[in-house]
């Protein structure tokens, strides 16, 4: 070891071998849980925008009821009893969304449900069992309605109220049979099926009324990039003159979420950080006493010319080894833990080794480093400044 | 004149405190040819420890001027101070004051180290330890492996490694028994009948009977300064 200074550093990290690595393990606990935060945000916004851009390729369109005083924001399906989209509103949508996409409209309306005794309300949609067969692809039994009697219920509906295939209940005072159960698809846009019942377009309109004018329509995009692009084109066309649809652009929503994940997560980022801090006060605590217990060495070495620079540089690598220690355990167990950390929480490490997730590691690195050595900046001062023959005198 | 190595001129030392001032060195005046063997004797509190302080350059009187090897100190930057200390003056001590992480060896090499930016290739380290009676076995090992005689032949060696024209000891056989204190005093007497300059602190009326000229100080004041006959 050429430099003199560097290798009494080391020596005295290796003497107090114990005391420097629990200093170093504050750090790596920092680096951690900063590293592993950040990841976990990374690989979360990821995993979310995957999970939700297949719900991003829709749009729905509502006919505006802003007259009735109420907000016409509400979710899909609700508040739209009075209002319906003309026959020839319905065309026109048809017509500017061609090429883009598959438009199918939707009837929807909360009906009185009778099994038994028991009677409830609850949420029923009319549709063409050609779009059944093309937005609700997946049923878990049974099959599509082979006649108007038919219907399909959401899971939810049918393991609430103790339904299955064949089962029979009535549905605005007229009998029907479960045909088949659709599978739960959670909160979408489009429809939200998983405690609904399903019937098809002629059965709701003989019970319900409102002949080929539906409450909503729903649109599939070919491509999401057209989202914008079909948006405008049915707002400047159908609104010309007054509002009369409103559109709704289920991307906007996606990017919301995302960017909400992205706040929480880097909100728990600040929050990993705070033990960062905690590691910043040990090392300073560490140092302050390297300092202290070596004083009469720091006498020594300044009275028989070292420069007041060389005890500081000294105490400064000190600091320095005990962060690089650190940083090096903290990248290894970050990785490591980081990873499962990620897969019990996220559920999947796809996003794991890219880029941005892997940043976070030498950010974290160069983060918990620099605090180390920031934290041992003052006690390598405060040893660098003592005279020397106070300290020559100390025991 | 030009073999004057120390040149004290109405030194005075005041330490300010709260409870008053704190004449520590009164008006001093003393110098020291190249080559001389001093011995600086008083009781506690005399002030001899401050003295031994402004020679040795880790201190800078209140009043007055004092040169060391003909250069003004009491202008001097600390970083002047810490350089002319490297270079000047070799620093022998009561406690030995090894560094305790460092070799017999790299203890004598650490301050050519300082002054040459580098490690030493001359083998000089290595002359100087087998000088002082310590073998290549012995210089391996750290300071709290060694005895206190053996202690002080390092230190002694390491005060010389920059060929410094003042050696300055305070105590210097303050922690030893009398035999080895003897080994040590004889050693320190050889080089300076090889024309280093000497000058030692002490109380032991022994150890200054050996010196060619004795300043005895009392009260921060130099109350007698004669040449030893004997």
């Known amino acids: ?95 500017i969304v061609g090429k883009y996409g598959f438009v199918y409209g939707v009837h929807n309306i909360r009906a009185k449900v009778k099994k038994g005794s028991d009677e409830w309300n609850t949420q029923v949609y009319g549709l063409e069992v050609s779009a059944m067969r093309t937005i609700l692809d997946n049923l878990t039994a049974g099959g599509y309605p082979s006649s108007d009697n038919s219907v399909l219920i959401g899971t939810r509906f049918a393991s609430d109220n103790d339904l299955e295939l064949g089962s029979r209940f009535s549905v605005g005072g007229n009998g029907v049979k479960v045909s088949g159960i659709i599978e739960s698809r959670g909160m979408t846009m489009d429809l939200n099926t998983d405690s609904a019942i399903v019937m098809t377009k002629d059965k709701y ?34 609104n010309r003159r007054e509002e009369n649809v409103r559109v709704q652009d289920s991307s906007r929503m996606v990017s919301m979420i995302s960017s909400s994940v992205t706040t929480i997560t880097s909100f728990a980022s600040l929050i990993a950080s705070i033990s960062l801090l905690v590691a910043a006060v040990s090392i300073f605590n560490i140092m302050m006493m390297s300092v202290t217990e070596r004083i009469r060495e720091i006498g020594v070495l300044r009275s028989i010319g070292t420069q007041k620079k060389e005890i500081l540089r000294m105490f400064v690598y000190e600091a320095t080894l005990i962060g690089i220690i650190g940083a090096i355990l903290g990248m290894v167990f970050s990785l490591v833990m980081g990873y499962f950390f990620i897969l019990i929480m996220v559920g999947s490490v796809k996003y794991f080794f890219t880029y941005e997730s892997l940043i976070h590691l030498p950010y974290a690195m160069a983060v918990g480093l620099v605090i180390c050595i920031f934290s041992g900046l003052y006690p390598a001062w405060r040893g660098a400044q003592m005279d020397p023959i106070e300290a020559l005198r100390a025991e | 004149m030009t073999d004057e190595v120390v040149h004290l001129e109405n030194i005075s030392k005041i330490y300010p405190l709260v409870s008053g001032d704190v004449l520590a060195l009164d008006n001093i005046s003393l110098s020291i040819k190249t080559g001389e063997f001093v011995a600086i004797i008083g009781p506690s509190g005399s002030g001899k420890s401050t ?32 350089h002319l200390r490297l ?144």
């Open chain 2, 51 to 82: 003295l031994l302080n402004q020679l040795g350059c880790l201190d800078v009187p209140t009043s007055g001027d004092l040169k060391i090897d003909g250069r003004s100190i009491t202008q001097m930057s600390d970083y002047e101070l810490t």
């Open chain 1, 1 to 95: 070891m050429k430099d003199i200074i560097f290798a009494m550093a080391v020596r005295n990290v290796r003497i107090n071998i114990l005391r420097s690595i629990l200093a170093a393990i504050g750090i790596t606990i920092g680096i951690i849980s900063i590293a592993s935060m950040g990841m976990l945000g990374t690989n979360m916004t990821a995993s979310v925008t995957d999970s939700l851009s297949s719900m991003a390729d829709k749009l729905t369109v509502n006919p505006y009821s802003g007259k009735g005083g109420g907000g016409g924001g509400g979710p899909p399906g609700m508040g739209s009893e009075s209002d319906n989209l003309t026959k020839k509103q319905f065309k026109d949508i048809e017509k």
């Open chain 2, 87 to 230: 270079i000047s003056i070799g620093f022998i001590f009561q406690k030995f004051n090894l560094l305790p992480l460092l070799s017999a060896y790299e203890n004598v090499e650490y301050p050519y180290t300082l002054k040459y930016r580098k490690r030493d290739s001359s083998g000089r380290v290595s002359k100087l330890l087998a000088m002082v009676g310590i073998n290549e076995e012995l210089a391996k090992h750290k300071p709290s492996e060694l005895s206190g005689g053996q202690q002080q032949r390092v230190a002694i060696a390491r005060s010389l490694v920059n060929n410094p024209k003042i050696l300055l000891c305070d105590e210097p056989t303050g922690n030893l028994d009398s035999k080895t204190g003897h080994l040590v005093m004889n050693m320190l007497k050889k080089l300076n009948s090889r024309g280093k300059t000497l000058i030692i602190v002490t109380h032991d009326p022994g150890i200054a009977a050996l010196a060619d000229r004795i300043i005895t100080i009392r009260d921060g004041q130099i109350v007698s300064d004669v040449g030893n006959v004997s």
């Open chain 1, 205 to 238: 309109e003989s019970l319900f009324g409102a002949k080929d004018e539906f409450g909503q329509a729903n649109i599939v995009l070919n491509d999401i990039n057209d989202a914008e692009t079909v948006t405008n084109a049915i707002e400047s066309q159908m």
